[in-house]
């Protein structure tokens, strides 16, 4: 009996050990106590963008404008939307990556980079330019508005995961 007791309590070690390394610099302990980052203490902005070989790479940034700290880990939902707030094409899709769990403390940042392409670069394949971006934070069911001109053109509208930051990478 004190064998498996013993192997249970190193089976929980490694566990809780493996779980810090995944959630990096943060204790395991302190992450879930935590509240997730939802739309009431996240404003969304665009941040940056850049273009290259058709392409066009939209930097979003999530801010924490709360006064306690918050975590969040994955993607954001992401889609376009009219003047009027009516979606515009279909969701973006997600791109694979690391998912990280990142702790914004107020007044930090979360991004990830929108990927479309450039409508008149090799496609006129395009729907009407959004005037908004509505995002969906990570676990969220209510979203978030902000002015972002983009066209999803020959059905290509993806998002990455969310990183620590405003470089979206």
């Known amino acids: 009996m004190k064998t498996v007791m013993r192997l249970v309590a190193a089976g929980a070690a490694l566990a809780a050990l493996t779980v810090a390394a995944v959630a990096g610099p943060w204790s395991a302990s302190a992450a879930p106590a935590l509240p997730l980052c939802g739309t009431g203490v996240l404003r969304a902005e665009i941040v940056g963008g850049d273009a290259g070989a058709g392409n066009i790479y939209t930097t979003l940034a999530l801010r ?5 700290s918050c975590v969040t880990r994955g993607y954001p939902g992401v889609s376009l939307a009219d003047a009027r707030g009516r979606q515009i094409g279909r969701s973006a899709t997600r791109t694979t990556g690391f998912r990280p ?3 914004l403390r107020p007044g930090a940042a979360a991004s990830t980079i929108v990927h479309t392409l450039n409508p008149g670069v090799g496609t006129t394949n395009c729907l009407p330019a959004s005037s908004f971006l509505r995002v969906y934070p ?3 069911y209510t979203s978030l508005l902000v002015r972002a001109r983009v066209s999803e053109c020959l059905g290509l509208l993806d998002v990455r995961p969310l990183v620590a930051g405003t470089s979206g990478m």
């Open 64 to 68: 924490n404008v709360g006064r306690v």
């Open 101 to 103: 769990l990142i702790v």
């Open 138 to 140: 990570p676990d969220s």
